[in-house]
């Protein structure tokens, strides 16, 4: 009887514990591969399931932004080879439900996910379904690589809109989807006003070429942005999208909301009387599944386009355990991308 290989995990074991674990290496399943993870990022949505508890059962283990190597291939896996270098889309649709049907994956009433469904990604390995795993250029490094994830968002929050080359456009909010949506519209040749109370963020948006700055009525004073992508997730951002954008205009609404949203009677008929055209944005997937958002946030970071390291402002080793978590908190000190290095290179 052979001996069961363990690894190393990050696990939210109780509220605010993460615990260092020893687990059983998984193996892939049918269709399935198991990849050694090289790096992980902390998403927002990480912060509530360790500071709050906020998973479905414990323990969990976290992390959906990641990379690394395919280092075993499940049954009936050919279109991948052990060694081949990937980032992996988090996503495990059911494929069967109404909107698995019609190509909207995001949609899926049924679905998995690793990180908080599945097991996540902060550990040695990890199993994805083969068609998860998408192979990334040998020119990037595997740490950009575990940027392609939040990248794909920004793509999906753009592409619910129709940019035009030289359209004004507005970003409220410039944490890392915030920033990396800028340089998805600057890529597509819009021209980018950025709003955000950080004036260190604001900075980093006009290094990226965005006219930036923390008063919106100072950087729409001569011209209303045709469109505007809000994604800070806050009520009083996500009232002042709707005041910001031009008639005819259009509003992507990217951040997730952090409190109720009240709308006074003048706010909202802004979207009768401009005819606004107001959407949501969710995950960033479509089909064929990942989706474009996928191949094109590979294409972005590989040609330069996007300097998705720029976002990094910490890394992390496994046994430093919570303190990334805790650093995040930290109001000393600007606070993008934090990334755990497992076996990164």
């Known amino acids: 009887m052979s001996e069961t290989k363990t690894m190393q995990a990050l696990s939210v074991t109780g509220v605010r514990r993460l615990d260092l674990v020893a687990l059983?290496?998984?193996?892939?399943?049918?269709?399935?591969?198991l990849v050694r993870v090289a790096w992980c990022?902390?998403?927002?949505?990480?912060?509530?399931r360790y500071f709050e508890g906020g998973v479905h059962a414990f323990p969990q283990v976290l992390g959906h932004e990641f990379s690394g190597e395919i280092a075993a291939l499940g049954p009936g896996v050919d279109d991948h080879a052990v060694g081949e270098r990937v980032a992996?889309?988090?996503?495990?649709?059911?494929?069967?439900?109404?909107?698995?049907?019609?190509?909207?994956?995001?949609?899926?009433?049924?679905?998995?996910?690793?990180?908080?469904?599945?097991?996540?990604?902060?550990?040695?390995?990890v199993v994805a379904p083969a068609r998860n795993a998408l192979p990334v250029p040998d020119t990037m490094s595997l740490e950009a690589a575990a940027l392609v994830e939040p990248l794909t968002v920004a793509v999906h929050g753009v592409e619910?809109?129709?940019?035009?080359?030289?359209?004004?456009?507005?970003?409220?909010?410039?944490?890392?989807?915030g920033l990396m949506t800028v340089m998805v519209l600057r890529a597509k040749g819009a021209r980018v006003l950025v709003c955000d109370i950080d004036p260190a963020k604001v900075g980093i948006a006009a290094g990226l070429g965005a006219r930036a700055g923390t008063d919106t009525e100072e950087l729409v004073a001569d011209e209303a942005p045709e469109i505007v992508i809000e994604t800070a997730g806050s009520p009083v951002t996500q009232a002042m999208t709707l005041d910001l954008v031009a008639k005819d205009g259009q509003v992507s609404y990217v951040g997730t909301g952090h409190g109720d949203l009240v709308l006074g009677p003048s706010t909202f008929e802004?979207?009768?009387?401009?005819?606004?055209?107001?959407?949501?944005?969710?995950?960033?997937?479509?089909?064929?599944?990942p989706g474009y958002e996928w191949s094109a946030a590979i294409g972005l970071i590989a040609s330069g386009a996007v300097n998705a390291e720029a976002m990094v402002t910490?890394?992390?080793?496994?046994?430093?355990?919570?303190?990334?978590?805790?650093?995040?908190?930290?109001p000393g000190g600007l606070r993008l991308k934090l990334l755990?290095?497992?076996?990164g290179h």
């Not at 030289?166 to 989807?177: H, N, P």
């Not at 802004?270 to 599944?289: D, N, Q």
């Not at 910490?314 to 930290?330: N, S």
């Not at 755990?340 to 076996?343: F, T």
Request: charged fraction near 20%; include cysteine; aromatic fraction near 8%.
């Open 24 to 33: 059983p290496v998984p193996e892939p399943g049918p269709g399935e591969v």
């Open 41 to 48: 990022g902390i998403c927002g949505s990480d912060i509530p």
């Open 88 to 125: 992996v889309a988090p996503l495990v649709p059911c494929g069967h439900c109404a909107y698995c049907q019609k190509g909207r994956p995001a949609l899926c009433t049924d679905y998995g996910f690793i990180g908080s469904r599945r097991q996540g990604a902060l550990a040695d390995y």
């Open 160 to 177: 619910r809109t129709r940019v035009r080359t030289g359209a004004l456009t507005m970003v409220l909010g410039a944490g890392v989807v």
């Open 270 to 289: 802004k979207i009768l009387r401009g005819e606004l055209a107001v959407t949501g944005s969710w995950m960033s997937y479509s089909a064929p599944f």
């Open 314 to 330: 910490g890394e992390y080793a496994l046994t430093d355990g919570a303190r990334a978590f805790e650093d995040i908190e930290d």
């Open 340 to 343: 755990y290095r497992l076996s």
